[in-house]
C-alpha cells in the first residue's frame, strides 16, 4: 500500500523551532538592554560629579584637620594623608596655596583633569588664615567614556552569554524532542506503521506523543476492524455463490428429472 507524503516538501530546509524562538527573545533581550544601558548612563554623569564633589569635601576635611594640628611637617603628614584619598576617592593629586604663599603639591596634579576648589580656614599661632585646596580628579569626560565602555561591553559579554545559554536551553527542551517526533512521522510516512513516538517525557511534548499515539493505535484498530469485517463480507460472498451453485445445480437436477420420466 503505497503512503501519501504528510509532511511538506522542503521542510528540511526551514529554520528550526528553537532558533527562531532564541532571535525572538536574544534581540528583545538586546533592546531591552540597550534601553536599560541608555538609562543607566543617562544619570552617569551626574553621579559621577556628585561622587567628585564628595572626594573634594572629604579631601578639604582632612587637610582642614592637618591644618589645625599645626603647619610643623605639614608635608610629610599631608603626604600620609594623600595616599589613602588616592587609593579610596579616586583624587589624582592635591594642591594647597596657603595664605602666606606656601604651596604644596602632591600626587598628578597635571592636564587633563577635574579641579575642584575649597577654601577652609585654620588658626596659626593665633592667628586666622585660610587655605585654597585645589583636589584633581580624573577628567570628566574620561572616566564618562571609560565607564560608557565599561557598560556596553558588560552589556554584550552578557547578551552573549546568555544568547548561547537560550540557545542551549531552548535546543534540549524543543528542538531535540520536536526532532524526534518529525524524524518518527517519516517512518511512519514512508511505511513502518509499528512507527510510535517517544512518550517518556513529562511536558507539552509527552502529552502530544501520547495523543497522537492512541490515534494511532485507534486507526490501527479500525482497520483491523475493517479488515476483518470485510474478509467475513468475502466469505459470506463465496459461501452465498456456491450456495447458489448448489440450487442451480439442484434445479438444473430437478429439470432433467422431471424430462426424463415424461
Known sequence: MKHERLIPAGDEDQSSLAARISAIVFWGMVWIGLLGAFALLRGLETSISERDQTAADHVAHEVDSLLDRGTANLERRFSATLVHEQTVLNVRGVTVRLDNDRTLTLGDAGDPSTRLERVV???????????????????????????????????????????????????????????????????????????RFDEKRRDEFGFLARFINDALDYSHRQQLDLRDALTRVQASESELFAEKERIATTLHSIGDAVITSG
Not at 574620561?142 to 531552548?170: C, E, H, M
Open 121 to 195: 580656614e585654620y588658626r596659626d599661632g593665633g592667628a586666622l588664615r585660610s587655605a585654597t585646596i585645589s583636589v584633581h580628579l580624573p577628567s570628566l569626560n574620561a572616566t564618562l567614556v571609560a565607564k560608557r565602555n565599561q557598560t556596553l561591553l558588560l552589556l554584550g559579554s552578557a547578551l552573549i552569554a546568555f544568547g548561547l545559554v537560550l540557545q542551549w536551553l531552548l535546543r534540549r527542551a524543543i528542538t531535540r524532542p520536536f526532532e524526534q517526533m518529525i524524524r518518527s512521522a517519516r517512518a511512519f510516512t514512508a511505511g513502518d506503521l509499528a512507527q
